[in-house]
């Protein structure tokens, strides 16, 4: 975690695989990534929050930006609601986004970049810990980890809020 807050970013993140599956839990359309010591910042389109780290000001931004109510008022619990997932376009058609990829798209509207570091090695708990290798369905510990993803076509841009 010290990594990442001596970075100073307002919103940066940690890759790990989704459990029981060889896929990763961010969407990134880069033919490839370099994870582990050869890695660096980069740009993804969404971030699972598992491992997220965000400055407050995202979240006053998305309050005063997208004008986010306040929910729950009468029940003595108020929350705006960062994480509500959403329906967004994406090429004509409609994607469901889950929470933490709706934050993102949230603080992308506000102007975030969503930025992952592919030098942090982060495990997912199951029922052993998911790392890197686990994406491409192997088991094999690597130092430096290159994939080419080929899951979700490219992302262009062009279907943001």
């Not at 570091?117 to 192997?138: K, N, Q």
Request: net charge negative.
């Amino acid at each position: 975690m010290d990594q990442l807050l001596d970075r100073d970013l307002p919103l940066v993140g940690g890759a790990y695989p989704k459990k029981g599956q060889s896929a990763f839990a961010f969407h990134y359309d880069g033919p490839e990534l370099v994870l582990g010591a050869e890695g660096g910042l980069v740009e993804v389109q969404y971030l699972p929050a598992g491992f997220l780290l965000t400055h407050r000001q995202v979240y006053e931004d998305m309050i005063n930006k997208l004008s986010l109510p306040l929910c729950n008022r009468a029940f003595g619990d108020a929350f705006y609601p960062f994480f509500l997932p959403q329906v967004v376009p994406f090429r004509g058609e409609s994607w469901y986004l889950p929470e933490d990829f709706s934050f993102c798209h949230r603080a992308r509207a506000c102007g975030y970049r969503i930025l992952l570091d592919t030098t942090l090695r982060l495990a997912h708990v199951g029922p052993y810990p998911y790392s890197w290798e686990d994406a491409c369905g192997e088991r094999q510990r690597f130092d430096t980890f290159k994939v080419t993803l080929t899951q979700m076509p490219a992302w262009s841009g062009e279907d943001k809020p």
